[in-house]
């Protein structure tokens, strides 16, 4: 008969690429208008709610909520103005100033993350261009 107690077990083993091996991309400020969806009360019906894009990096971002209000572990993130849609994230952290840390499902593409910031309305990207051939 196993001991479990102190001993080690298999999931100790188990790790995940996206959350344990994957390189931690520099976060930058930015500051875009986005939407939140998700099911309420199983899959009853889609809520929306509008936050604010206060930093972002490929695999992460920092959102600022307008108000208090539960949200589920899992849901998408739209970022309308530069036209991306249904981003899956994960709710990390809840801070008490209204702001969370999500990690996206999939990592975003630099040419979505320049989208992003052209759209942006932070003082550090008033000079970013959008290239129309590569859109």
């Known amino acids: ?30 500051r875009n208008a986005a939407r939140i969806e998700y099911t309420e009360k199983g899959v009853m019906h889609m809520a929306a709610r509008r936050c604010d894009v206060i930093r972002i990096s490929r695999s992460s971002a920092v959102l600022g909520l307008l108000t208090q209000y539960t949200l589920p572990q899992q849901f998408y993130l739209d970022i309308p103005d530069a036209r991306i849609s249904k981003i899956g994230c994960v709710l990390m952290k ?8 999500v990690r996206f499902l999939r990592l975003l593409s630099e040419k979505e993350l320049d989208r992003i910031f052209v759209f942006s309305t932070h003082p ?12």
């Open 94 to 101: 809840v801070f008490v100033n209204n702001t969370i840390e």
């Open 124 to 135: 550090a990207h008033r000079d970013k261009v959008l290239d129309i051939r590569s859109w």
């Open 1 to 30: 008969m196993a001991s479990f107690s102190g001993g080690t077990n298999y999931l100790q083993r188990e790790e995940s690429f996206m959350y344990d091996r994957e390189g931690r991309f520099r976060m930058e400020d930015t």
